[in-house]
């Protein structure tokens, strides 16, 4: 890493009636020169224009101070991609209330584990969604948008299609209030 340079916070909540106060006063106490902040959720990376103007700002040899991991990234691919971009860039990272600081060896190690231990748990946050999802599709719970037509109109549907072959599908779709497209989702199913 190159001489040392600025020390440049980044602070982020996730909605407008968050107040940013804490994490604010956490990054001066820390002694950042220059603070981003925004009032936007990190589940849309695109949509935090001041991340992306915070990593776009920062050089070799700075040091970019966040309160929370959570609040530089929502996933740990999101993490893994900003850190390896700081890191491409010879900038540290150092992380408030986790004690994190990549300027270290032992802060680089640190790092590592979190982020590994982040990626295990949502792992086992899919596995156990996908373990539900199973188990409710066993008892019959059916997912996705519900049925337009009961099982007895589905019946009346094809009949009406079957005794009516040179009716319009638009007319008879509307007489059961549903698209022509589902109707013949409905008839070709």
């Not at 990190?42 to 920062?58: D, F, I, S, W």
């Not at 491409?88 to 640190?110: E, F, S, W």
């Amino acid at each position: 890493m190159a001489e040392q340079g600025q020390v440049i916070g980044y602070a982020r909540v996730s909605s407008t009636g968050q107040s940013l106060d804490v994490q604010l006063e956490k990054l001066e106490a820390a002694g950042c020169r220059r603070v981003f902040n925004e009032k936007q959720s990190g589940r849309q990376a695109e949509n935090r224009a001041e991340l992306q103007r915070c990593l776009e700002y920062v050089r070799e040899g700075d040091v970019l101070v966040v309160t929370k991991l959570d609040r530089l990234a929502r996933s740990v691919i999101d993490l893994h991609q900003i850190a390896a971009r700081l890191e491409g860039q010879g900038v540290g990272l150092r992380v408030l209330d986790q004690n994190v600081d990549t300027t270290t060896p032992a802060g680089k190690l640190t790092f590592s584990v979190l982020a590994a231990v982040a990626e295990f748990e949502n792992e086992l946050r899919r596995e156990r969604q996908r373990d539900g999802i199973e188990k409710a599709k066993k008892n019959g719970v059916k997912f996705g948008p519900r049925e337009k037509l009961a099982p007895e109109q589905v019946e009346a549907l094809r009949d009406a299609v079957a005794r009516q072959p040179d009716r319009r599908k638009a007319d008879i779709a509307k007489d059961f209030g549903i698209s022509r497209a589902s109707l013949y989702r409905i008839i070709n199913g």
